[in-house]
C-alpha cells in the first residue's frame, strides 16, 4: 500500500451514501458526495429528489494512513475501489470538474453512464493470467465481482474474477 494520500473512491452500502458521508465529515475526514436532482415518476405524482451522480460511491480526500484505515470503521464503508492492486486514485482537477458539474445551474439532466455486465453476457478477460479468453456472465455479487463460465476444451471452468477484469 503505497503513497495512500489523496482522492480515493470508497465503496458503500446501497443507499448508505449520505450516511457515510455524514459520518466521514464527524470524523473530519474530507469527503465529497456528488448529488445531483432529478424529478422522479410515480403514478400519482412527481417529486423532485437528490440522488448520488455514483451510485454506492463516495470519495475521500486520505491525508494519512490513520484516515485511510478510519474511512473503512465508518458504518456502511465496505471497500476502497481498486483496479487490480492499486486503489483507484482521482486526482484534485477531476474531482473539481466533479463539483463544477453538480454545482453548475445551468446543467439539468446529469447522469452517468457506466455500462454494467448483465448475466448471459458474453465477454473478453482482458487482465491477468486468463487474458484474452472469452467467458459467459453467470452471476453478478455485491462485491463487484462477476462469476464467468471459460468454455474451452470442452469443459466448464467457473472462476471469480474483479469486475475491472472484465471488458466488453
Request: hydrophobic letters at 35%; charged letters at 25%; glycine letters at 4%.
Amino acid at each position: 500500500m503505497t503513497n495512500t494520500t489523496g482522492w480515493h473512491v470508497v465503496y458503500v452500502k446501497s443507499r448508505h451514501e449520505k450516511k457515510v458521508h455524514d459520518q466521514l465529515q464527524e470524523i473530519e475526514i474530507d469527503s465529497f458526495l456528488p448529488m445531483v436532482t432529478t424529478m422522479k415518476q410515480w403514478s400519482d405524482r412527481k417529486k423532485k429528489i437528490s440522488k448520488p451522480l455514483f451510485p454506492s460511491y463516495v470519495f475521500v480526500n486520505i491525508k494519512s494512513s490513520m484516515d485511510f484505515h478510519k474511512t473503512l470503521s465508518v458504518d456502511g464503508a465496505s471497500a476502497y475501489i481498486s483496479f487490480g492492486r492499486e486503489y483507484a486514485k482521482v486526482p484534485e482537477k477531476e474531482i473539481n470538474q466533479i463539483k463544477y458539474l453538480v454545482g453548475a445551474k445551468e446543467l439539468t439532466d446529469i447522469e452517468t453512464n457506466a455500462p454494467h455486465a448483465k448475466v448471459g453476457e458474453i465477454k473478453k478477460i482482458a487482465y491477468g493470467s486468463l487474458s484474452g479468453l472469452e467467458c459467459e456472465v453467470l452471476k453478478i455479487n455485491n462485491t463487484n465481482k462477476v462469476i464467468v463460465r471459460i468454455a474451452s476444451l470442452q469443459q466448464n471452468i467457473t472462476a471469480t474474477l474483479p469486475m475491472s477484469y472484465i471488458s466488453n
